[in-house]
């Protein structure tokens, strides 16, 4: 087993989401963690969505990162069919300003969780999928922190930036 | 085909979720119209579910009602296997008074729609389904006329009591 | 009555509704269903919309789809004077992001159903129609299920064009 | 004209609303101005709602004061038959806490308005009430003053009651 | 008293309300009824805005309309002030789309009501100024018939145009 | 100046607030403060309440700690007449759940801040008027230090008696 | 490593937290994952809450618990501490329905993510770790599966009881 | 310590926030009140945020004002690591119109209080800053009459302008 490579299924429920799940996809490419990228919906395409799910880890896969908006059933209905561990990122749609979306997800009842993240959030989906891959995968856990501290650096140099220039 | 009789499939995500859905099946009864009842989750028995609601026309039903509360995902995973009209019952929970629930089942994306009754509005969808219903058969028109002369006249007689009683 | 045809009355609160409105009429052009559209107001001219609704069914027609913004009461206000199922389409407008029109349709009280839809849902509204038809008419049966296929097929396609191009 | 008495007529959508609108009613008592209280429906009884608004002007009323509660209709079903004040009590009731009957109360679109008040504020529905006829009724203007001074003496009793007994 | 002639006081928060509560203006024009406007502020200027309340009367006013957004307290704070009718309309501001302005306005507590419009409904606040008037002026009633006609062939003629032209 | 001692205003809109507004008395009596409490209305008692705001830096007050709910203007009408910090504090009433109250508080538009503290937040409201005092008496930031360990201190307790006593 | 056993830290912010928090040890006793529960403050013992964070991966610890209420920053806070997958509880507390905590929990910034559940979902909360923890320990993916068939069969009773007794 | 000059950290989680907290430092730059403004996140930077919190007392610091938003807990943790007043601005973010930055600062639990302004607010926050400093600070309390009698003057301008001009 500890050849196997960590391996994410990544799923939009219409390809509108794609401009926000790429955050998503980015971090995952930046772990070197490899993933398959599909659209599939809950309502239109439910027979994929839930044959996917259901044969995912039989296909190696070890989180699935799931998108949709509005009344968004596409995580909740992959979590139904798997055991595996479903990250919700809730899409801001055009009316309701993303409140129908994040309930839809988050509010699972008990049995199916979803690890929910924010209206959008689709970065921290990403990153949410390594510290879980991290887990098992000791590698990931060394570059999480190389992550973290990279971020802290990037808000430094904007504070001096800002304490520089603007002031 | 005329002497086929209405049938309704009526299911609740949660067998708590009996006490408000009893209305629905009351006003069924009281039109006569014939209905099964289940319980059945989207997320704890997704396979019966789908299952359900793939043969549901091939049963013989003609209208599906469901209720569920939370992240209500029920009503919309049941209409994405059937082309048969699906009535959702927002059920309210413990927290966030509903809004949940309602937004979970009235938001669905195009292609799927799920007609949305109000939360915890189990008599309205009985009624909603006996309309639909009604379009085919006539003797439920009749009945749904009778029905709204009876609300009126109990109004009216409410009327009659607070003129004479209260004031 | 096996020569009627299926026919659906679409009311909009206001013509600046019309951009929405417009795919519910799509959908019925689509479905080869008969439909009549209208401007009529709850509001400022209550007695035509009233009469309207009260001779519907004389008039042929089967179900009603009702378009309206704000604190929406068109649906409502039809669904008291007929028996006709009432599809009702809560319009977002200029504030509160569409959560009054959607409150103001779809929390109806007991005895008084609207059938109701996302905000700006027309195309749903469209195919809720449809669905209701298709009980007492086959052939709708039978489209309804071709353009499930098509829905399907649009998804499979939309999956593989992110597969090649995008990643 | 100076002998006419001013008259207000108090109609709620359900007979359960009147434990709150009760106090309008105590208010209008309480300045002597005539009312007729009904129990009427927007949705259950629609014929004898808008037949009471097209003829409450010439019944002799001056102001009507309506309360209903979930998808409240009827304060706005009853301005679009009377171009008399209707002023509208939007009454909570068991789910979402009253924003579904204060949004289908005070939204209305423009043309037809509806002088809102808080949820369940009905003691204001009647002061506003008094205030609008005292544009005409004199003796109304001065009673007004009263109670405004008779308000401000109970929260200075109630002032030097918590500072005398609490600490 | 006869020869008295209407007059109406509006009164916004901040001069970038103005676009929105013109409309209010055109109303009480068109209704040839007197107004003064005024940019007073509950929280800048509290000493003019209580000073004019208090005085409103007096100098011959008979109805308020007030205007604010955010944390609108203005038509309470001159309500608190006067016995005249005060209609508020929340404006919506940059944040929160409206619901803060909302609740601020028409969650009065008891004892000082205010009629409370939609929010950017300064249509709505003028036509119910007119409508408390014509309580007292009967040349008003009258007008408000012609406008409440007028508005129904408006809608009629759309009506006509989109059967017509759209489709 | 330094013999002085602090002073804090204590104002609620109704005696019904008393039960929420005690723990900020407590907070204050705790630190050795010094307060007076009133029950004064921004629409029932407007002259008393702007009167006391204007002269509460005269008369000694440093602070003023006001609560209100529903369109909860006290703050903000007393921050209107004085330049002395004012701290709000919503207070749930029976509907809307308390975001009325929040609403009305802590949106104030800009020039006229009011320090908000959580809905029913007493404590924090004592506390957040004894850190404001510090800032001039040291004594009180001595004791604010005290009080900071003593939360510390009881949240341990606690951990510890529940990983005795309850796992 | 691989005799190494999975184990969860579970933290709440306030020791009122336990009855809701309960659910998920029960759940990580059912699947026996080694657990240590804290009660922390991210606000009151902010050093030992921060510090716990920091060391929870060189003490073993896997995966973290953190139920918070109102503005709840305890997960958020932890997360910043540490790379481990941080899963957040939003509990309900006294005002707002449970929507502040909720947002405070799963609107999180990118960088940082929070895996949110329901809430008051902690059984779910349960159930995700073990989800997490079942990427590495084989043992868990089996009882998860049969935790899985156990709900199922749950449901199944509940239909047949109430199709049984109940109609 | 006479000789002592006020001075307030400033502080936003992010440098984007910049364009609304600087109007923040306009007010401290015209109140002329020393301030260091930093760029640090309660997430990203956790160890530099609690150290600067830490030493803000020490380093002579008497305000705080920090900025943040989506789930906004940087102010809640400065306030748990000083007993310094800290005021809170919500920034509005792209999601949820700025109600989730509001509750996730202003809804703090008992014993850490944040001083929470408007979403956006960042005017008033420095104002509320100012009137802190003013209770130990003679020279502050002139100036913030004259910022009041000028504001004064402002809307007194635009109402004569909108008379003039408008009407």
Chains 1, 2, 3, 4, 5, 6, 7, 8 share one sequence.
Do not use: C, W
């Amino acid at each position: 087993m500890s050849i196997k490579k960590p391996k994410v299924a990544v799923i939009m429920g219409s390809d509108s989401d794609l401009p926000v799940v790429r955050k998503a996809v980015e971090i995952l490419k930046a772990f070197e963690v490899e993933f398959e990228i599909n659209v599939m919906s809950a309502h239109r395409t439910p027979e994929r969505a839930t044959e996917y799910a259901r044969n995912a880890q039989d296909n190696g896969f070890e989180v699935i990162i799931a998108a949709a908006g509005k009344a968004a059933h596409l995580p909740g209905v992959l979590a139904a069919f798997t055991t595996l561990p479903v990250i919700g990122i809730p899409i801001k749609s055009s009316t309701l300003d993303g409140l129908d979306s994040l309930l839809s997800i988050v509010q699972m009842p008990s049995g199916i969780p979803v690890a929910t993240v924010a209206v959008d959030g689709a970065e921290n989906a990403g990153l949410l999928a390594v510290q879980m891959l991290a887990i098992k995968y000791e590698f990931l856990g060394e570059k999480l922190k190389q992550h973290k501290e990279k971020m802290k650096q990037d808000v430094i140099r904007k504070d001096q930036k800002i304490k520089e220039e603007v002031f």
